[in-house]
């Protein structure tokens, strides 16, 4: 069966989002997170959140207190309201685990996995493992998800893994400024041959913060990219949005 080597997750009407990052020094994107959740609270669509929710997860302690506290009431209530949220883990929310998933009601995803949308086999991904000419990063990425450095580096207190994270992503910002922007995007290749091994004619990711859908071809076949929007309430001007089926169709919604 196509993407039987994946997890798979059945979705029906899902509202796509990624790449929101939200921080307490973000207050305006944190509150138009929390104003869809709570339209989202009137409907019967399914929240799917690909990643990178949050700025920096340190760890599950942070589902007690801040952006973490109050994100979970939010999907915790939108849970409980019969909608279903669906949260895979990006590069900034890695060490998110079970406490979240028990504190906010949501469902853990795979990175990828596999889902049918209007009949259409679809892989959805963060996008960062498809980032394949950044060799430095993809080493760290292995690194990050090697359970016995995580295990290691969640003994630590948390005021010193949030320390310790923060040197990290400014070394990191620090390096793109000499990067070439190419080199911090997804390879064709890489993309055709996940899409290839799962038998799936669409992808759908964040990570990149270059929205956009792409045709592309599959061994003969046609097939198709989305790219998720990034949120900024916060910068002038600002933006967001999210990626919906609607009508067995998937189209962008901006909400800024």
């Known amino acids: 069966m196509a993407g039987s080597a994946?997890?798979?997750?059945?979705?029906?009407?899902?509202?796509?989002?990624?790449?929101?990052?939200?921080?307490?020094?973000?207050?305006?994107?944190?509150?138009?997170?929390?104003?869809?959740?709570?339209?989202?609270?009137?409907?019967?669509?399914?929240l799917v959140i690909l990643g990178d929710l949050f700025e920096y997860w340190a760890g599950d302690e942070e589902t007690s207190e801040g952006i973490g506290a109050i994100v979970c009431g939010a999907l915790r209530s939108l849970a409980a309201s019969g909608v279903p949220v669906y949260f895979m883990r990006g590069n900034r929310d890695l060490?998110?685990?079970?406490?979240?998933?028990?504190?906010?009601?949501?469902?853990?995803?795979?990175?990828?996995?596999?889902?049918?949308?209007?009949?259409?086999?679809?892989?959805?991904?963060?996008?960062?493992?498809?980032?394949?000419?950044?060799?430095?990063?993809?080493?760290?990425?292995?690194?990050?998800?090697?359970?016995?450095?995580q295990r290691a580096f969640l003994a630590f207190p948390l005021f010193l893994r949030r320390a310790m994270i923060g040197q990290v992503r400014r070394a990191s910002e620090?390096?793109?400024q000499s990067m070439q922007p190419y080199i911090m995007d997804v390879t064709a290749e890489a993309i055709v041959q996940a899409l290839r091994s799962a038998g799936a004619q669409r992808m759908i990711h964040g990570h990149t913060h270059r929205p956009a859908r792409h045709q592309l071809h599959v061994d003969g076949r046609d097939a198709e990219r989305w790219v998720l929007p990034d949120w900024d309430f916060d910068a002038s001007p600002s933006r967001g949005g999210t990626l919906q089926l609607i009508g067995g169709k998937l189209s962008t919604v901006d909400l800024a």
């Open 95 to 149: 060490l998110l685990s079970d406490g979240f998933a028990q504190a906010s009601g949501a469902v853990l995803l795979a990175d990828p996995c596999y889902t049918e949308l209007a009949g259409v086999a679809t892989v959805l991904a963060h996008g960062d493992a498809y980032c394949t000419l950044d060799t430095t990063y993809q080493a760290f990425r292995r690194r990050a998800r090697d359970p016995r450095w």
């Open 174 to 176: 620090a390096g793109k």
């Open 6 to 46: 994946l997890a798979s997750v059945a979705l029906h009407e899902p509202v796509f989002i990624s790449d929101l990052h939200l921080a307490q020094i973000r207050p305006r994107t944190a509150e138009r997170f929390l104003q869809l959740a709570a339209e989202l609270r009137s409907g019967r669509r399914e």
